[in-house]
T-cell receptor, first 116, second 113 residues
Framework: GAVVSQHPSWVICKSGTSVKIECRSL??????MFWYRQFPKQSLMLMAT?????????EQGVEKDKFLINHASLTLSTLTVTSAHPEDSSFYIC????????????FGQGTRLTVV | AQSVTQPDIHITVSEGASLELRCNYS??????LFWYVQSPGQGLQLLLK??????LVQGIKGFEAEFKRSQSSFNLRKPSVHWSDAAEYFC???????????FGSGTRLLVRP
């Protein structure tokens, strides 16, 4: 149980285009999902917290107009990187917290984004 | 400010030797505590967690960690390292109310044959 699937696993896009990353909880309902970013050989930094049916809460320094987060259902959150630039190239990882029970959030396998 | 410190960037141990990875945190209250492992290009795998209760926590793959409140530490240990344990290890603390995680900078474990 508690499987989180992230799609795609990797993506290459051209500068100026937008790319969407999906995070799905496959066997539980996730009222809260988190998006993290990891630069090469660095740690993970929380970008934003999304709650189903409401606007995402962004961490300080994260551009909400550039990183659009939608959490339209209890099993799906999406992160759209708009007008991507090479500096947006990174590893993006989501996690999903089950709505019930005192349990941690479960991580997806991550998405490697390369902007060329 | 809330923070997690993993003072060792790299650690090299011989296969079969014991291992201890250090983690200290600065937090307003007792947080939830986690250790994750990440292989290159992969996501995170949870090794163990501390929410409450017994301060010595057993995890997967033979790992354990001990929460020491007085030292604000949550060090990870393994009595005998296997070559497959070579990876990046992250300590993280989470708010009890929101489950948002703050990660340490990671420790890369190298295992000598």
């Amino acid at each position: 149980g508690a499987v989180v699937s992230q799609h795609p696993s990797w993506v290459i896009c051209k500068s100026g285009t937008s790319v969407k990353i999906e995070c799905r909880s496959l066997d539980f309902q996730a009222t809260t999902m988190f998006w993290y970013r990891q630069f090469p050989k660095q740690s993970l930094m929380l970008m934003a917290t999304s709650n189903e049916g409401s606007k995402a809460t962004y961490e300080q320094g994260v551009e909400k107009d550039k990183f659009l987060i939608n959490h339209a259902s209890l099993t799906l959150s999406t992160l759209t990187v708009t007008s991507a630039h090479p500096e947006d190239s990174s590893f993006y990882i989501c996690s999903a917290k089950p709505g019930q029970g005192n349990t941690e959030a479960f991580f997806g396998q991550g998405t490697r984004l390369t902007v060329v | 400010a809330q923070s997690v410190t993993q003072p060792d960037i790299h650690i090299t141990v011989s296969e079969g030797a014991s291992l201890e990875l250090r983690c200290n945190y600065s937090y307003g209250a007792t947080p939830y505590l986690f250790w994750y492992v990440q292989s290159p290009g992969q996501g995170l795998q949870l090794l163990l967690k501390y929410f409450s209760g017994d301060t010595l926590v057993q995890g997967i793959k033979g790992f354990e960690a001990e929460f020491k409140r007085s030292q604000s530490s949550f060090n990870l240990r393994k009595p005998s390292v296997h070559w497959s344990d070579a990876a990046e290890y992250f300590c993280a603390v989470g708010a009890r109310s929101s489950y948002k995680l703050i990660f340490g900078s990671g420790t890369r474990l190298l295992v000598r044959p």
